[in-house]
């Protein structure tokens, strides 16, 4: 069974930094390797968007346009973690976070939309106080 874990939300001025974890369990070293890991966030009142994605296999990486310079998708693979940092946080980065997973064998990530991502971790709040 997969297992998806997030950590590090919390509150913030505008243009700070946080970062965020995700710790994968319950899939083996082929499954997880052949598979992509994307950040998602969803506002309240809007729906939930991608923001950025790795290939857990070679660690090709895709941002949305909103986050691009600003947000960074780390992974560790031996520690099973992904971690999105992000920095020059803005009012508009406020929403609740979500690691999802993509089995994926041909390394596509994309789109990056709720639809195509199977496993979804609980989520964690982030908040940005301008």
């Known amino acids: 069974q997969v297992q998806l874990v997030e950590s590090g939300g919390g509150s913030v001025q505008a243009g700070g930094s946080l970062r965020l974890s995700c710790v994968a369990s319950?899939?083996?070293?082929?499954?997880?390797?052949?598979?992509?890991m994307g950040w998602f966030r969803q506002a309240p009142g809007k729906e939930r968007e991608g923001v950025a994605s790795?290939?857990?296999?070679?660690?090709?990486?895709y941002y949305a346009d909103s986050v691009k310079d600003r947000f960074t998708i780390l992974q560790d693979n031996p520690k099973r973690t992904v971690v999105l940092q992000m920095n020059n946080l803005k009012s508009e980065d406020t929403a609740i976070y979500y690691c999802?997973?993509?089995?994926?064998?041909?390394?596509?990530?994309?789109?990056?939309?709720?639809?195509?991502?199977?496993?979804w971790g609980q989520g964690t709040q982030v908040t940005v106080s301008s």
């Open positions: 790795t290939y857990l296999y070679d660690g090709n990486r």
């Open positions: 999802a997973l993509r089995r994926s064998s041909d390394g596509h990530c994309t789109p990056l939309e709720p639809a195509y991502y199977g496993d």
């Open positions: 319950g899939l083996t070293y082929t499954a997880y390797h052949n598979s992509c």
